[in-house]
């Protein structure tokens, strides 16, 4: 197979210094199963996944600081997480765990307490389900009602039509 990434010898010997520009190699192509997004290698050819699966939620119309970046969970080591939620820190501040294509999943805030719960709508007199289309949210006292709403249309853009988890 032929390489796609730079050669170490194009770089200054595939040392990266503060004063040279550093070459990367983009790839419009995932190297996960069933991921849009790209793989880059920098100068020495090391895999770099940088996979575009960011949102930004703002505070109404504004378009100027963030409340909140969520990013697309794609490590298959932790299958059950869908996101990260940040909130000006490198540390999430909620994490959305679950299965978002079965309406069953959650968000939890750093200590791990259940915030908001998406869960299938079912009549209450016969048992019987809606369908993908009308759920439950079910928001915990404390937590913003827009903001778990927000989190369901980002999940929804995340993984419309049943297309991942």
């Known amino acids: 197979m032929t390489k796609i990434y730079p050669n170490a010898s194009s770089s200054s010997e595939g040392k990266i210094s503060g004063d040279d520009p550093v070459v990367l190699t983009v790839w419009k192509k995932s190297l996960l199963l069933n991921c849009e997004g790209f793989t880059v290698f920098d100068p020495r050819g090391n895999l770099r996944l940088s996979l575009g699966d ?6 109404g119309e504004t378009t100027e600081d963030p409340g909140f970046t969520v990013r697309k969970n794609v490590s298959l080591l932790n299958s059950r997480c869908l996101a990260y939620v940040f909130q000006k820190k490198s540390l999430p501040l909620y ?3 679950g299965s978002y294509s079965r309406r069953c999943c959650a968000v939890y805030d750093e200590k ?15 048992g019987v389900a809606f369908g993908k289309d009308v759920f439950r949210l079910e928001v915990q006292p404390g937590f913003d009602t827009e903001v778990a ?5 980002l999940l929804d853009q995340m993984y419309a039509s ?3 988890i």
């Open 95 to 97: 994490q959305i765990e």
């Open 149 to 153: 709403m927000g989190m369901v249309i």
């Open 162 to 164: 049943g297309r991942f």
């Open 54 to 59: 960011t949102w930004l939620i703002f505070d």
């Open 112 to 126: 791990r307490r259940r915030v908001a719960e998406i869960r299938q709508k079912e009549a209450a007199v016969t």
